[in-house]
């Protein structure tokens, strides 16, 4: 049992010689001219003579040690940045969280906190609801964040603009400009991440043939232009604040802002292009 016959050239006709089963196949009685196959949720045992199921494989919180390190990581970063965004509320009226724009640090700590936390999604048996939440939650969240950094990497190179006498762009400098550019940047890609749910939305899936014996339960995107789109769109703005940053690099140290920007967003790039052959 295990085996399957197999002809043996030159010899009589009646002699044969006995091949182990394919992976996947059984046989459960002797002298067995062919192997059955196993059902799709099903793997033969190590003797392949019976099915056995096959055993379900995702990031478990019990089970897994990455998935343990991402929980103690999302954690210690979330508890970081809640503790800056409580520094930065204790002292909002102060001349230093003023001069910063208050209102878009709260939102960059809040959707930064957010994006740690968003985390917990990607962990644990995914269902269809935490599969529609992991990647929507994550692009809308962090392009608010992203949209953030945006928004003060414009306000710096309007600053310096309305430093000159006369210039144009001084009624541009002021807080709800800052609000303006957050919000409308951060629509767009709600409108992209609601047009993705309502035309294909992700969906979990079992993924039966990747790995020999077992049944990966997977989180399909659906959408794969949705899918990109929102990346995209992340990566775009990420650019364009990259770009704007360079420009404004070598303003005074007044200014200096614009110098930790293009960092940021110099390694935030280089990330995003990194996960496009990852």
Known sequence: MGYRKGPIEGIHACCYRCVPCSDGEISNIADSDLCHKCPDDQWPDKRKVKCIPK??????????TLSKVFYVISILCSAV?????????????????????RTVSFILLTSILLS???????LGRPVDITCMLRQVSFGVFFSIAVSCVLSKTITVCIAFKA???????RKWVGGNFSNSVVIICSSVQVMICVIWLSVS???????????PGKILIQCNEG??????????????????SFVLAFMVRTLPDSFNEAKYITFSMLVFCSVWIAMIPA
């Not at 740690?116 to 990607?122: R, S």
Request: glycine share 6%; charged share 15%.
């Open 55 to 64: 055993t379900y494989d995702y990031l478990s919180f019990e089970m897994d």
């Open 81 to 101: 940045t809640l503790y800056i965004l409580a520094l930065f509320i204790l002292f909002r009226d102060t001349p230093i969280v003023k001069a910063n724009n």
């Open 116 to 122: 740690f936390l968003c985390v917990f999604f990607f």
């Open 163 to 169: 430093a000159k006498p006369g210039s144009y762009w």
């Open 201 to 211: 939305p992700p969906y979990q899936e079992y993924d039966m043939d990747s790995y």
């Open 223 to 240: 959408s794969v232009i949705g899918f990109y789109s929102m990346l995209g769109y992340m990566g775009f703005m990420a650019a364009v």
